[in-house]
């Protein structure tokens, strides 16, 4: 799996759009890039997943340059419920999750 | 039904007990995980299970056994653990494939503390 690289922590107040980086620089051919979202005591959830350019749903968007050596995960107008970790992961084939530290977002008041 | 239902939530069990984890998903998902994870620090996979079958062992112990009866159903047995051992252990789903691709299912975890 390609190493990833994130902040380890990022502030940020309610209201606010929040960009998180990931780099990947040795990201394979066919290596999607996915981001999960935890929050304390429950299980990672899921949020976008991408391979090239940009993805859209209803809770974030995910940006990836041409050259996929970066993604951003982007979090429009976050709450205090944003407040979680959240682990970009990327990979393909047989390969199972493996989590890296993740970016620990906190949302102030 | 899109849930992975872990059960129990919680679990205190001296260092010569024997007792079991159990997660359950009926989303048809043919992929099936345990992960580990211990306080601020991320999951850390132990095995993976791709149609019923002992796919990946991480050089997990063999005080934590895991068995899946069938294609819904995931266990972890555990005997002889230590207090190290005490952690929050996952269990997740996916599709057929278990590649970071299909997206994973996560339970709520099993709160496990060894006395």
């Known amino acids: 799996l390609a190493k990833t690289t994130q902040p380890i922590s990022m502030d940020s107040y309610e209201g606010q759009e929040v960009n998180i980086t990931c780099s990947h620089n040795?990201?394979?051919?066919?290596?999607?890039i996915t981001w999960y979202q935890q929050f304390p005591s429950q299980g990672p959830r899921f949020i976008i997943q991408?391979?090239?350019t940009k993805v859209t749903n209803e809770v974030a968007s995910l940006f990836i340059p041409a050259d996929r050596k970066s993604s951003t995960l982007s979090l429009p107008r976050v709450s205090l419920s944003d407040t979680a970790v959240y682990y970009c992961l990327v990979g393909s084939g047989n390969t199972p999750l493996v989590f890296g530290k993740g970016t620990r977002l906190s949302v102030i008041a | 039904d899109t849930e992975v239902t872990q059960t129990p939530k919680h679990l205190v069990m001296g260092m010569t007990n024997k007792k079991s984890l159990k997660c359950e998903q009926h989303?048809?998902?043919?992929?099936m995980y345990w992960y580990k994870q211990k306080a601020k620090k991320p999951p850390e996979l132990m095995f993976v299970?791709?149609?019923?079958?002992?796919?990946i062992n991480e050089s997990v112990p063999s005080r934590f056994s895991p068995e899946c009866p069938n294609s819904s159903l995931l266990n972890l047995h555990l005997h002889a653990l230590q207090p190290e051992d005490s952690a929050l252990y996952l269990c997740?789903?996916?599709?057929?494939?278990?590649?970071?691709?299909?997206?994973?299912?996560f339970g709520s975890g099993t709160r496990l503390t060894v006395v």
């Open positions: 989303m048809g998902h043919r992929a």
């Open positions: 299970y791709s149609y019923e079958k002992l796919s």
């Open positions: 040795n990201i394979a051919t066919n290596d999607y």
């Open positions: 991408g391979y090239k």
């Open positions: 997740a789903s996916s599709q057929g494939q278990i590649g970071p691709g299909y997206g994973y299912t």
